[in-house]
């Protein structure tokens, strides 16, 4: 059985009642108004998150990835300082409670800032920084300290020599904290000069454990070393006794030929291939749960074998 779900905003509450969870603010005003204003930003955010999960309940979505902007500018202060922390922890544990009564699954994924890989310390630390971020919300969320509740990051840049960067990035792995080395995930990328799911099999899992989350549309794209058939059964190997999970997206050059390949889609055009394995499936395509909701309609399996 595979089970499906979208990421980070949801398009009808966000229209209908203004629903969000990432209001932010530029740099001047945040220097402007500072850690008080980061702080009612945060709660409000963390207030509409509970919103979200108890419509993903009323539907029945059981997979959902949270917006990593919850705290705007998050990496500036710490969040146990904010002025409204006991709310905004009351209404994180709420979140939780509610995922948690519908069965519904919560991850999140970190931006592409975040390269463990690089030589560069300073890119490293911010890196740390801001997996630990990751963290906290992950504990504020009451969320199981495994890979059902993921972190999921990108390996980084190779720079041309792929071992020398997955080297550099199990190295680093060894400076995180226990919390966030349980719940790390590494996905594979949509660019031929990066990582293979192959290619984190060897260099990651093996040599740290972290389980792989396999990405439809980046093995597309992206460096061709195994058949679709045997890379996803590959990555789901990594998961242990949890549920792997996947991601999906189509190809923007199937609604503007202009595009570039590895951009995302409004909509779903092909399924995704679950090889016989059960699984989560992020569904990534920029109409959101409308385009989930579709998918759904074409094809009520929920995959193709």
Known sequence: MVRLGYACINMELQEKRGIQTSRGMIKRTFQQKGITYASQLALQNCKDLIEVVRWNNARGVKVFRVTSCLFPWASEYSIDDLPDIEEISRALAT???VAAEGGQRLSLHPGPFNILASETER???????????????????????????????????????????????????ERLPEGVQKRLTVENDDKENLYSIKHLYDGVFKRTGVAIVADQHHHECGHQDLPWSEALPLAASTWGNVRPTCHLSNSRQLEDPKEAKNAHSDWYYTPFIDCGLEVDVVLEAKMKERALFDYQKKWPAGSAG
Do not use: Y
């Not at 911010?126 to 963290?135: V, Y």
């Not at 972190?151 to 020398?164: F, M």
């Open 95 to 97: 979140v939780g409670f």
């Open 123 to 173: 890119v490293v630390d911010s890196c740390i920084t801001d997996l630990k971020i990751h963290q906290k919300i992950m504990e504020l969320m009451k969320q199981p300290e495994n890979r059902w509740a993921k972190i999921n990051i990108h390996v980084g840049a190779a720079k041309g020599d792929r071992q020398k960067a997955l080297d550099t990035w199990c190295r680093n792995f």
